[in-house]
């Protein structure tokens, strides 16, 4: 069997121990003579898997006890209307951070349903190269919310800073964060946060599954008119299964916490890990005639590097050498072209040693 190094955005690569001991409990879990895949959700056995992924997920993260753990299905683009569904039934208008193109899309769900959204900060105006700085935030006197992409995953922007949410008169106002691209990548303080929310196919699984952290006064400021399935107070109380949740999702990312923690050794080593792995990419980037970054350096994103070519005309074939040397889904967004790879967790250093090594020969013979 041939692994090869796989730098794709998501769905991203997932721990070869964790797929390993997925293969092994594939058709008969425990000796209990079935897969996950084919349990209850609600038996003694599922039920078992969901309460130690949620209590090693807050293990790993420090979560505090007045959050709430959901873990439902939608991808993260469904929160762009649940959040504003949760958090709009006192009033008030959601703001926003705008540094990107999941940032965009946040924002038109919201101004889709409900009309009235402001802007309290936008790189726009920078390409998207940096994000805005504080001082630049200014909130609106009706904000209800301060939403945020923490990390930009097509552009490979990323906040260097956790910004304060506060109205002009100081008031202060739950802060909201999209962190799909970076959750578990390094140590986090939750208690900074009102909503946390995360699609699972970078950090923590497979594709299916979101997990959303939610501070428990939040949960009773819901719309009247919300989708009962968007409701978090409805989902906390359900120990997220109000409907079948994603199983074999759920399952599969409680062996991703547990290879955090055992295998990794939790999140500080994880994020001196990353550390290094993009430290070596950008100076690769960096050193190089033929390849360049155009983000500023405070807000590089260590999870997604995108790169281009001083050459445009040599893409088609630097992506046909790369695949051929077992370098996969190296492809930028179709909506800024160029290169990406996509540095998550599981990526391990050697993929990044290679690729180095391959971009550097690469430049050598075309460059």
């Not at 753990?69 to 469904?78: N, R, Y």
């Not at 959204?117 to 630049?136: F, I, L, T, Y």
């Not at 916490?257 to 950008?282: E, Q």
């Not at 790169?307 to 967004?333: I, M, Q, S, T």
Request: hydrophobic share 45%.
């Amino acid at each position: 069997m041939t692994r090869h190094y796989n730098f794709c955005a998501g769905p991203a690569a997932l721990p070869t121990a964790v797929l390993e001991r997925a293969r092994d409990e594939l058709l008969d879990y425990h000796g209990r003579g079935l897969s996950v895949m084919e349990m209850s959700h609600r038996g003694d056995d599922f039920v078992a898997i969901a309460e130690r992924a949620e209590a090693d997920l807050r293990e790993l993260l420090a979560i505090p006890d007045n959050y709430r753990v959901l873990f439902t299905q939608g991808g993260a683009s469904l929160q762009f209307a649940a959040l504003p569904y949760n958090l709009l039934g006192a009033g008030g208008r959601p703001n926003f951070l705008h540094t990107g193109i999941w940032g965009k899309k946040a924002i038109s769900e919201a101004r889709h349903l409900f009309g009235d959204v402001h802007v309290a900060a936008s790189s726009e105006e920078n390409g998207h190269s940096a994000v805005p700085r504080q001082e630049e935030i200014v909130l609106s006197d009706d904000a209800a919310y301060l939403h945020y992409t923490a990390n930009e995953t097509i552009g490979g922007l990323a906040f260097d800073y956790i910004p304060e949410a506060r109205r002009p008169d100081g008031s202060e106002v739950p802060l909201v964060c999209d962190m799909s691209s970076s959750i578990l990548s390094g140590p986090l303080d939750v208690s900074r946060f009102g909503v946390i929310y995360a699609g699972a196919q970078k950090n923590i699984g497979p594709a299916g599954l979101v997990v959303v952290i939610v501070r428990d006064d939040l949960l009773d400021q819901a719309r009247d008119d919300m989708p009962t399935l968007f409701g978090y107070k409805a989902l906390a109380e359900a120990g997220s299964m109000v409907n079948t949740p994603a199983t074999y999702s759920w399952y599969l990312a409680g062996l991703v916490f547990d290879w955090l923690k055992d295998d990794v050794g939790g999140l500080a080593a994880m994020d001196a890990i990353n550390s290094r792995k993009a430290a070596r990419l950008y100076a690769a980037i960096d050193g190089s005639a033929l390849y360049a970054n155009p983000i500023t350096l405070r807000n590089r994103s260590r999870m997604n590097v995108p790169f281009v070519l001083a050459d445009p005309r040599l893409d088609r074939l630097f992506l046909d050498e790369a695949e051929a040397a077992g370098l996969l889904n190296l492809k930028g967004h179709r909506s800024v072209g160029g290169m990406r790879a996509s540095l998550y967790n599981a990526v391990p250093e050697a993929a990044v040693e290679a690729l180095i090594a391959f971009m550097a020969d690469f430049e050598k013979r075309r460059g």
